[in-house]
């Protein structure tokens, strides 16, 4: 029998709590060291998804599936393809990083917080594995409940109750529309075919009206556009990020957010193909505003975490124009770009976050000169930074090249106001960069600063290694998501020329 | 002129034998005993009284048809109720023993007035006649009534008492003069079963039936606690002894709702048109004014009265559906319901400690750093009254919207989820306080009972349990609705 993987990637954290729960809440090394080895092991776990996932075949693999709720077609129904396969890896790989990243930063309530960790975890990787949409739905928001804890009980004293709460009603917001669409489109699809289910992948192959699929369209959107955070629903964001931990930021960063992205790609394309095609401008003029203004809005700030908060509202602008261009090169880039997103943001947090652990102040002008006490810190300061603005040979690139490349074949008006984006990006990291790190120490107190120390560069070393592997080598991670992306963009491709009926309005079901 | 007595079987009302005959040896127990002594024994015997009747029920599973000269139904759908109230009973009375004995108010008669309740209870949900129904309304309510003012020293329990009993008796006073003009134009019958055929018969009538069915919608509104006859609830909820708060809020509740959706969809299927448009407005006002309202609460009881408010909209929105999947959610619904708020009122009596003194929601603050495990389950049942997966609370709002859905009234569902979302707030402001805030001052230590840390512990095992296994409660709630054929 197969192990099955997947269940064990998504449970394993579960049963890390039961372990946490036993120990004793004093002692602060202990509890960090068991979550740090659970996170290892998870990870050690994903390994064999990475090596015997098979790249010539666009199919779900490593498929489980029991009945859940039968009488309902609701099963428990998990696998992977090419696209969940990198954020998965992502999240088994960030989450260690992570509990080290927490070692001297959180001291209190220290087992409450590895608990929402973990549980944090493992609804991460249930959203990125499920195939039933009840199921995914049910991860979906149980993932609200840790990240709102970890914003609001961790956070900045000051406004982290404001943060999270405004970060859980936005999401819920859109979320609950989604819970409708998805009723529809459930009894819709009973409607037509005769069978009740939840399963994405038969949904996929019915045929909606186009009318229903545009409000459908925009229900799911919305959920994913707020998560993403598309402009305007973009401002939680900063203040999630600006108030959160460290580590709550990293998360946020690098994988919350990119189950916005994700959803657009597993669910809105596929299920309602007509109307995302009829969405493109749409879509792809909110993610250009996103692009300039994220990174105009990235200049003018003070504050490092903001900055990097705002800078992020505009990276993930590429991804979404990236993937609207239904093109492989624009999709592959956005895939490959999330992941980009995900190590140097991520990375980028993690900075601020141990400068902050050392000065306690996070302003911009604060600093200055930090190359002369912490050369160590600069220099991955610097690379991150230049993986960020997308230095060619870093991860940056790669994706953003692929991304305008699929943009104009597309629409090249698109792509002549995105690539401007790049442009300001170098601006506001370079300037953020020279303020920060050059120049003369003029502030005692940065003086005296200590360089990171052995823990610290362990947590940057593995995240250097991919930023400059997917740079120098990028056909190892796109090789894995070449046979899902030809699939889904013949598919998309194929729906253009697919004629739905025009008009059609849901009545529910004769009794 | 001879009488004759129909032939019947005793055990086709055994539960409500066994709880009438449990509560009267309570009260004779108690008339017996020395004063001055300790009263535990009476809890005790209130829950061995309702375990038997739960057993009982058990053993009428499956059973149909019409026993006592058709006056009383035989069928799952009782059933299911019957086990419901008796729960929800059963945790009361758990909740209550400390709670009272801190008020020098462990009292034989409060047990008995309970189990009275719940047979009264047990009638509304089983009735086959709506006379019979509205019997067991008077049973539950006036029980009731003396439970909401049973410390009499105290002047809000009085207010409970007295506003309860006036509004109760003009809401009683609708429902019976609803009945009667159903009764005029059906021709003289009040069989649920009867009036289908009867009520179309003469078109003349419409107007007389179109009135009855308005009247009986206020009556049993006002019983739910639905706007726009929903303003006795706060202040009642408040007043009363918390106990006997989630008492109300959970089983009278249900024994409304049983009744309520008994009648309509068993008596006035043919008319669904009419009441499905006086409903839908009915359930769009109380779930908006009951969570509205309850964002401006500053009293945990005050603001879970609200929240039931709110809740019987949500129900309301099942009622409306009226198909099988709404019939069935509305069971499922209850069940979920009655554990998660009694579970939060266990908390609430815990936290209040001594004679009600925290009931502040600030008195929250902090309460995660000083009882982590007390936090918790409070977090557990606000999340599963937001409807936040993996618990029950969001399964009910699930097969609750996905029945407006099916009967395609999208908006309900809509308006119904964005209500969901304001009540989110409130529900989460009790964790920010618990878990976010510091504390005010120093709780001091939670005198954990036996019995009332069981109700906690058993209701969040039990909120968790049919949350991510729903599939446990959905066979046995669908089997229950298979009763209503036309739905």
């Known amino acids: 029998m197969q192990l099955p993987i997947l269940s064990i990637l998504v449970f394993l954290p579960i049963l890390g709590i039961g372990v946490l729960v036993i120990l004793n809440r004093k002692r602060h090394k202990e509890l960090k060291v068991a979550t740090l080895v659970i996170s290892v092991v998870e990870f050690l776990f994903s390994l064999p998804l990475w090596f015997n996932f098979d790249s010539g075949t666009a199919a779900m693999q490593f498929v489980e599936r029991y009945d859940w709720l039968p009488a309902y077609g609701i099963s428990y129904y998990i696998g992977v393809d090419g696209f969940s396969l990198l954020l998965i890896m992502l999240t088994t790989f960030l ?147 600006t108030e959160a931990p460290t580590v709550g930021s990293v998360i946020l960063a690098a994988v919350l957010l990119k189950m916005g992205t994700y959803g657009f790609l597993r669910f809105n394309m596929p299920l309602f193909p007509q109307a995302a095609h009829y969405f493109v401008p749409l879509f792809s003029i909110l993610a250009i505003i996103r692009i300039v203004y994220g990174a105009l809005v990235s200049m003018m700030q003070k504050d490092l975490k903001r900055l990097i908060a705002f800078s992020s509202v505009s990276h993930l602008g590429f991804v979404m124009l990236g993937l609207f261009t239904f093109t492989m090169p624009g999709v592959q880039g956005g895939i490959i770009q999330m992941i980009n997103h995900g190590l140097s943001t991520g990375a980028l947090f993690l900075i601020v976050g141990m400068i902050y652990e050392r ?43 692929l991304i305008l490349l699929g943009t104009f074949k597309t629409n090249i008006v698109y792509a002549t106001i995105a690539a401007t984006g790049v442009i300001f990006a170098a601006c506001y990291m370079l300037w953020m960069f020279q303020r920060v790190v050059f120049g003369q120490t003029t502030n005692p107190k940065n003086q005296e600063l200590k360089d990171l ?18 740079g120098v080598y990028p056909g190892t991670f796109l090789d894995k998501t070449k046979a899902s992306t030809e699939n889904f963009v013949a598919m998309m491709e194929k729906a253009k020329t697919t004629q739905v009926s025009q008009s059609h309005v849901f009545k529910g079901e004769a009794q | 002129m001879t ?72 069928d799952n759908f009782a059933n299911f109720f019957y086990l419901i109230f008796i729960l929800g009973a059963a945790l009361t009375v758990l909740i209550s023993r400390q709670y009272l004995e801190d008020y020098g108010k462990n009292l034989g008669e409060y047990y008995a007035l309970l189990l009275f309740a719940t047979v009264g209870m047990m009638l509304m949900a089983a009735g086959a006649h709506l006379i019979m129904i509205f019997l067991g309304l008077e049973v539950m309510s006036i029980a009731v009534y003396v ?64 009135l009855g069915i308005g009247l009986l919608i206020v009556g049993f509104g006002f019983k739910v606690a639905s706007a726009p006859f929903h303003m006795w609830t706060p202040d009642v909820y408040e007043g009363a002894p918390t106990s006997v708060t989630a008492f109300m809020a ?19 299927p043919a008319l ?42 949500y129900l309301l929105v099942a009622l409306v559906a009226a198909n099988q999947l709404g019939a069935m959610s509305l069971l499922y619904y209850l069940l979920a319901y009655t554990l998660m708020n009694v579970g939060a009122f266990g908390v609430v009596i815990l936290v209040g400690r001594k004679k009600d003194s925290y009931l502040n929601i600030y008195d929250y603050s902090g309460l995660g750093a000083q009882h982590p495990v007390l936090a918790a389950s409070m977090a557990l049942f606000m999340f599963a009254l937001a409807g936040i997966p993996p618990t029950a609370g969001f399964v009910g709002k699930f097969y609750i919207f996905s029945a407006a859905v099916q009967a395609g009234y999208i908006w309900l569902a809509i308006i119904g989820v964005m209500n969901s979302l304001v009540s989110v707030f409130y529900y989460l402001r009790i964790t920010v306080l618990m878990y976010m805030k510091p504390a005010e001052a120093d709780l001091g230590p939670v005198a954990f009972s036996p019995a009332q840390t069981a109700v906690v512990a058993v209701t969040a095992a039990g909120v968790l349990l049919i949350g991510i296994f729903p599939g446990l409660i959905y066979t046995l709630a669908m089997n229950s609705v298979k009763i209503f054929p036309g739905l």
């Not at chain 2, 009260?27 to 809890?43: E, I, N």
């Not at chain 2, 003069?177 to 009867?194: I, N, Q, R, V």
């Not at chain 2, 500053?298 to 809740?311: D, E, G, Q, W």
Request: glycine letters at 8%; aromatic letters at 16%.
């Open chain 2, 250 to 268: 959970v089983a009278v509740k249900a024994a409304a709702f049983a009744a309520f959706a008994r009648v309509f969809f068993l008596a006035f």
């Open chain 2, 147 to 210: 439970l909401a003012g049973l410390f009499r020293e105290d002047l809000r329990s009085n207010e409970a008492a007295l506003k309860y009993l006036i509004l109760g008796s003009f809401s009683s006073a609708f429902l019976l003069f609803g009945m009667a003009m159903l009764y005029g134009a059906a021709g003289g019958t009040l069989f649920l079963s009867d009036l289908p055929g009867r009520l179309g018969a003469d078109p003349a009538m419409q107007p007389l039936v179109l």
């Open chain 1, 95 to 241: 989450t260690p990083i992570c509990v080290l990243a927490t070692w001297e930063d959180i001291q209190h309530r220290v087992k409450e917080f590895m608990v929402c960790l973990l549980a944090l975890m493992s609804g991460m990787i249930g959203v990125f594995v499920a195939l039933d949409l009840f199921l995914f739905y049910v991860f979906w928001e149980v993932m609200l409940i840790p990240m709102y804890l970890l914003i609001g009980v961790w956070g900045n004293p000051a406004r982290r109750v404001y943060a999270a709460i405004k970060f859980f009603l936005f999401t819920m917001f859109g979320s609950v529309l989604m819970l409708v669409a998805i009723l529809v489109l459930y009894f819709h699809y009973g409607k037509t075919t005769g069978t009740y289910t939840f399963d994405l992948i038969k949904m996929y192959g019915v045929s909606i009206p186009f009318n229903m699929q545009f409000w459908m369209f925009l229900a799911f959107g919305l959920a994913f556009a707020i998560k993403v955070p598309m402009f305007p629903f973009h401002t939680w964001l900063p203040d999630a990020h």
């Open chain 2, 272 to 313: 669904k048109v009419d009441w499905n448009m006086l409903l839908w407005v009915l359930a769009v006002a109380t779930m908006t004014i009951g969570n509205i309202a309850a964002i401006a609460q500053t009293n945990i009881k005050r603001m879970l009265a609200y929240s039931s408010i709110a809740h019987a909209g």
């Open chain 2, 3 to 74: 009488l004759t007595i129909p032939s019947f079987q005793l055990s086709s009302i055994g539960p409500w034998l066994t709880l009438t005959v449990t509560a009267i040896l309570i009260l004779v127990l108690d008339a017996l005993s020395p004063k001055g002594q300790k009263k535990v024994c009476f809890s005790w015997l209130a829950v061995a009284g309702l375990a038997l009747a739960a057993f009982q029920t058990i053993g009428l599973w499956g059973r149909s048809g019409t026993d006592f000269a058709r006056m009383v139904y035989l």
């Open chain 1, 359 to 401: 000065r306690h102040t996070r302003m911009i002008a604060d600093f200055g000169g930090l190359c002369n006490p912490m050369p160590v810190y600069a220099a991955i300061f610097m690379i991150v930074t230049l993986s960020s603005i997308g230095l060619p040979g870093l991860n940056g690139f790669v994706g953003e090249f």
């Open chain 1, 453 to 470: 120390s052995w823990r610290e560069i362990a947590i940057f070393a593995p995240l250097i290694l991919f930023i400059v592997w997917i």
